[in-house]
Antibody, heavy 122, light 106 residues
Framework: QVQLQQSGPGLVKPSQTLSLTCAIS??????????WSWIRQSPSRGLEWLGR?????????DYAISMKSRIAINPDTSKNQFSLQLNSVTPEDTALYYC?????????????WGQGTLVTVS | SYEVTQPHSVSVALGQTATITCGGK??????VHWYQRKPGQAPVLIIY???NRPSGIPERFSGSNSGNTATLIISRAQVGDEADYYC?????????FGGGTDLTVL
């Protein structure tokens, strides 16, 4: 059974960096058949995909165009986890943040999700 | 960038069939995934690749996808089906969610 456990601060000051971590159990961040995404949810924007990291003989990242200038998603193979860093945050970045797994076999559907972390920018 | 459009809300009588649409240009050529999100809970995958149900999802949930519209069908709607439903596709390695549909069971 795959489990994703999120951690990180719930309060970030404007202009600072939001940092969250997603620890994986039951799968590997280095899996050739999975990709690891961050998604956020806010009342104004619904669900918004932010980006992902995945391993296919090399490490790759895909990011939402709206985030590209200030986002980084990185794997940590030693701890079997991946992280989200979002720079220069504003109150607009206040949201419930989720990590999730996408599996190639299911067309990269997001089949397992973390518990969510409410991040307030204030 | 690619956009997918969902109705803001749908109502269905208890025991009847609910239909939630997801519109996008030539969406029939893409894999569409559907998620259910209840208050205070993480989203749950209920349909993947247009019409496939993950293990544990009731047969009452089904999906189709053709042309410019993908459809989620919930048969014999129950009060427990009240939730937000989101469609999602991948476009040029970018994830795209619909705006979500609030399902009310009357």
């Amino acid at each position: 059974q795959v489990q994703l456990q999120q951690s990180g601060p719930g309060l970030v000051k404007p202009s600072q960096t939001l940092s969250l971590t997603c620890a994986i159990s039951g799968d590997s961040v280095s899996s050739n058949s999975a990709a690891w995404s961050w998604i956020r949810q806010s009342p104004s924007r619904g669900l918004e995909w932010l980006g992902r990291t995945y391993y296919r003989s090399n490490w790759y990242n895909d990011y939402a165009i709206s985030m590209k200038s200030r986002i980084a998603i990185n794997p940590d193979t030693s701890k079997n986890q991946f992280s989200l860093q979002l720079n220069s945050v504003t109150p607009e970045d206040t949201a419930l943040y989720y990590c999730a797994r996408g599996l190639v076999a299911t067309g990269n559907a997001l089949d397992y999700w973390g518990q969510g972390t409410l991040v307030t920018v204030s | 960038s690619y956009e997918v459009t969902q109705p803001h809300s749908v109502s269905v009588a208890l025991g009847q069939t609910a239909t939630i649409t997801c519109g996008g240009k030539n969406i029939g050529s893409k894999n569409v995934h559907w998620y259910q999100r209840k208050p205070g809970q993480a989203p749950v995958l209920i349909i993947y690749r247009d019409s496939n149900r993950p293990s544990g999802i009731p047969e009452r949930f089904s999906g189709s996808n053709s042309g410019n519209t993908a459809t989620l069908i919930i048969s014999r709607a129950q009060v427990g089906d009240e939730a937000d439903y989101y469609c999602q596709v991948w476009d040029s390695s970018t994830g795209v969610f619909g705006g979500g549909t609030d399902l009310t069971v009357l």
